[in-house]
């Protein structure tokens, strides 16, 4: 785990996370972002439509009313006030002083009124009351009686979302629909600045051809779908293994321009919302980045290659750059941002993401350098927009060796230096946060951000406590220049309470103390409805709380259970996101003998979604962080005993205890590799429209087709999730498995098959008493994973694609009753 900030630092561990940034209105003036009183509030009845039944659809009356007393003199940002209209009817009235601040309310009408909440695992909707209910007096996360309307506002005045490698992770094959609920969950959940990445290689694909590059010259430069971050913060280029698709680069070159206009299509939909619900965008700058052949078109710039990237071979890494102290920077910085403008139509925004160093070295690194080279960025930038918002992500500040206080110090300077502006996330505030070190970023706007899930993996985890403190202290020491509190997790679908939580946080007065347990106890009983949320499943809940989020062990992110990792004798894993579990079992275990006990005990009908999705993911975090690691190490001490059937016996077990976990998992399409595959194979088409996708250049026999692109798709869903790059095997820190999934289907096609091949080997060695030969294992394993990653999906029996179509209640209850004794056994440090 990380726990020093200047020591040695690993890129390759820290590799992939991400840079959300954020903007920084440097001045006074956020009412600037408010709209005018008479725009109409139209959108936000569409969020009203599109979410809650009919009978709600004309309760609601919005009204932007720019002066409401504001609630605490610091939660003076984005001001709401819900009341009842008047006393006979049920309107319900939500004033506002921004789309935003009126978003939040009608949350707030939810919430306390209708005692539901929107989550990503589902919602109950449909439970709401026939006849809409009026706004209750008692407010019931507080016990405080309102009498004259119910009114918040934020003490920042930027909540943001979404991490930029989330546009790989969880965003990469979304369509247009799933974007729109998530819109629509950002409007309620406050959101109001949104990195807007989307199809901005369309853009870049047209300056560079403006510049006189031909496609092929783009070749090796963009990357397939999944991994698009990464190239946009010069860490990659191109993609790999066509070969192994019995494809080429040609072909992928055409379809990853028929990719690139379909997102497109997808990104004007979503800027078009976003202006809608006044959702301010962060577009993409000129990072300095630029593929190779664009060097020979500027003979007298000075041109440098990035340092090398997690292992990454040269040709995928090594990116080439334009020195950001040469004119052509600027020249080109400009050249692209009108662009992109010019693309965009209406669209406005003063937020630019900018991103130099993410993970990378700088070609020098001397604070006068340094210095130099954010000047000439903004003043570049300054030439397009004066009023121009340099948005970076500070996740290029951990490293220490580089950024030591004097050179950070200079280049933040240098900024200031042009009167310019910067909004810098902090981006994993939670658990390696910058303001410390760089004394709150010099004096610059900055958000204070939760990062807690690095690569999309599952795993119960979270660090409540610090979550529901310190974002108050920071901006009780740094009250003028902390101006933002987001979300910047890799991935969603993990750990709800933790997101909603922190952007719950500032709309709480900073000097509230936040009963923890109440809070919850709150969520729980929106969540699942207070028929649900009985005594025994809150006393659940609350364990949990007090386990799986409360980890104080300083990890940034979740361990990884050993069934994601290559098996070996010794998986004791003690680095970031290695395998070692922090919490106390017992109490764990204990927690889900609770929740799948209210499932045989306590109203067993009309279990609400996101129950079952907890369900899952407790037996989950039972099954595959609890009982394996306990199995796996009473099979490794019968192999060194010799003991060929306790090998066979222990072995059987965890095999069985795989497929039990897969088909558990497989209850559930957010646990659904198949799931997965699916949306990427579907996002050739994200916008759902009719358009045929043809390639009429010379498809030949080997030659681009549909198939080909659809493979192409599924290929990179399945490489990011394993591989993560050209190949399979490297050092303990490189990238494979990194984005590794407990999903179903997954367990079963890619990680049972590690298992199976390592389980006859041990057999085999301990019957011919010959060491267990590791570098023989990894060979063989990678033959197969290497067949794996050019297979189609659906093909093998048991491969589904959404769900098995079996209960997820029915298969928890049968696998408790399976596992639960040797669970409580083993968490109690007993042998398995
Ligand atoms: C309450 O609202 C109804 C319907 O809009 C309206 O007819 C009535 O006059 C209102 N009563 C008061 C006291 O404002
Ligand atoms: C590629 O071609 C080889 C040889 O013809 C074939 O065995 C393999 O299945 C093909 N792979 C794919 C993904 O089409
Ligand atoms: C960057 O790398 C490429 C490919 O290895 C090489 O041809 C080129 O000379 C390098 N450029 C610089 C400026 O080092
Ligand atoms: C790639 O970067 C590494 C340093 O990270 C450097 O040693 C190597 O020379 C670079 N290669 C090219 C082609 O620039
Ligand atoms: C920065 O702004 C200040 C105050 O408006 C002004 O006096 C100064 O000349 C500006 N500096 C630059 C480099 O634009
Ligand atoms: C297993 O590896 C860990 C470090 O990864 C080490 O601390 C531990 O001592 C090893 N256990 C055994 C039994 O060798
Ligand atoms: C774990 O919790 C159980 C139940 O509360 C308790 O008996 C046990 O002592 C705890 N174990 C540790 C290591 O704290």
């Known amino acids: 785990m990380i726990t020093k900030k200047n020591g040695p630092f690993s890129w390759a561990t820290l590799g992939v996370a991400a840079l959300v940034v954020i903007q920084a209105l440097v001045s006074n003036n956020f009412a600037g972002a408010a709209p005018a009183a008479d725009q109409s509030t139209e959108a936000l009845q569409g969020v ?25 003199p610091e939660n003076k940002y984005d001001v709401y006030r819900v009341s009842n209209k008047n006393s006979t009817t049920t309107r319900i009235l939500i004033e506002g002083s921004s789309f935003s601040a009126l978003g939040r309310g009608l949350k707030y009408y939810l919430d306390q009124a209708g005692q539901v909440e929107l989550a ?7 439970e709401l009351p026939k006849t809409p209910p009026k706004v209750p007096d008692l407010e019931l996360d507080t016990n405080k009686v309102v009498t004259t309307g119910h009114v918040r506002g934020s003490f920042v005045p930027h909540r943001y979302y979404t991490n930029v490698v989330s546009f790989g992770y969880q965003f990469a094959f979304w369509d247009w629909k799933r974007w729109e609920r998530e819109l629509d969950w950002m409007l309620l959940n406050g959101i109001n600045l949104l990195p807007a990445m989307i199809g901005q290689e369309y853009v870049f694909r047209q300056f560079y051809h403006n510049l006189g590059l031909t496609d092929k010259d783009l070749d090796s430069f963009f990357t397939g779908p999944a991994f698009m971050p990464w190239q946009r913060m010069g860490n990659l280029q191109g993609s790999w293994n066509h070969d192994l698709l019995n494809s080429s680069a040609a072909n992928e070159l055409a379809y990853k321009n028929k990719w690139i206009d379909s997102q497109w299509d997808l990104q004007k939909l979503i800027l078009a919302r976003m202006k809608a619900l006044d959702i301010t965008a962060i577009l993409p700058a000129f990072q300095a980045f630029v593929p190779r052949a664009l060097v020979q078109k500027f003979p007298d710039a000075v041109f440098k290659n990035s340092s090398q990237w997690s292992y990454f071979p040269e040709e995928h890494t090594n990116v080439t750059y ?7 920077f600027t020249q080109l910085s400009i050249q692209f941002l009108e662009l992109q403008q010019q693309l965009n ?22 604070p006068a350098c340094l210095k130099d080279t954010s000047v000439s960025v903004t003043k570049g930038l300054q030439k397009v927009d004066k009023d121009i918002v340099w948005v970076m992500q500070g996740w290029f500040l951990q490293n220490g060796a580089i950024w030591t206080p004097d050179a950070t110090r200079a280049y933040f300077d240098g900024i200031r230096s042009v009167n310019g502006s910067t909004f810098v996330m902090d981006l994993a505030a939670d658990s390696l946060p910058t303001w410390p070190s760089t004394d709150g970023f010099y004096g610059n706007d900055f958000g204070w951000s939760l990062l807690s899930n690095f690569g999309a ?30 979300v910047t997790a890799e991935a969603i679908n993990n750990n709800e309470y933790i997101y909603y939580t922190t952007l719950e946080l500032p709309w709480h007065s900073p000097s509230e103390v936040i009963n923890g347990e109440k809070h919850l106890e709150q969520f729980v009983r929106r969540r699942y409805g207070a028929f649900k949320a009985t005594t025994r499943v809150q006393s659940a809940w609350n364990k949990l709380r007090q386990t799986v989020w409360d980890c104080q062990s300083g990890q940034p992110s979740q361990s990884k259970s050993i069934i994601e990792k290559k098996p070996a004798l010794n998986m004791t894993i003690d680095s970031w996101l290695g395998t070692i579990f922090w919490y106390n079992q017992t109490v764990v275990v204990d927690a889900w003998d609770q929740l799948v006990k209210s499932t045989l005990y306590e109203h067993h009908a009309n279990v609400p979604k996101s129950f079952k999705f907890d369900l899952v993911d407790t037996t989950r975090e039972v099954l595959l962080a609890v009982v394996i690691p306990a199995l796996h190490k009473s099979l490794v001490e019968s192999y060194e005993a010799n003991d060929v059937e306790k090998v066979k016996s222990y072995g059987r077990q965890i095999i069985t205890l795989i497929q039990d976990a897969d088909r558990l998992l497989n209850t559930n399409p957010l646990f659904s590799f198949g799931a997965f595959v699916r949306e990427a194979r579907k996002s050739l088409n994200p916008v759902g429209s009719n358009k045929q996708i043809t390639f009429p250049n010379q498809p030949g026999p080997n030659g681009p087709t549909l198939a080909g692109y659809q493979q192409f798709l599924e290929s990179n869903a399945r490489g990011l999730v394993t591989w993560w790059g050209p190949v399979g095997n490297g050092p303990p820190d490189a990238l494979p498995d990194y984005a590794s999934k407990q999903w179903g289907g997954l367990l079963f096609s890619y990680y049972l098959p590690r298992w199976q091949l390592f389980i006859t080997q041990l057999v085999e060695a301990a019957v011919s008493k010959k060491p267990w030969d590791r570098d023989d294992y990894l060979a063989k394993n990678l033959a197969r994973e290497t067949q794996w990653q050019s297979e189609v999906w659906g093909r093998r029996p048991g491969e589904t694609w959404e769900t098995n179509g079996q209960e997820s209640v029915q298969v928890v209850r049968e696998l408790w009753n ?10 109690a440090g007993g042998k398995a």
Request: glycine share 6%; net charge positive; aromatic share 14%.
């Open 322 to 328: 334009v020195l950001q102290t040469d004119p052509l």
């Open 818 to 827: 399976k596992w639960r004794k040797l669970a409580i056994k083993v968490a």
């Open 120 to 126: 990503w695992s589902g919602n109950r909707f449909d």
């Open 48 to 72: 009203v439509q599109r979410l809650l039944p009919r009978s709600y659809h004309s309760v609601f009356e919005f009204q932007l009313v720019p002066n409401i007393p504001s609630p605490t």
């Open 457 to 486: 993996a599952q795993g119960l985890f979270g660090r409540l406590p610090k979550l529901l403190t310190v974002p108050f202290e920071v901006y009780q020491k740094y009250p003028t220049n902390l101006k933002g509190i987001g």
């Open 345 to 366: 139509g209406e669209y406005k925004t003063h937020f630019y993401l900018l991103d130099l160093f993410n993970e990378l070295t700088p070609a020098c690194i001397t």
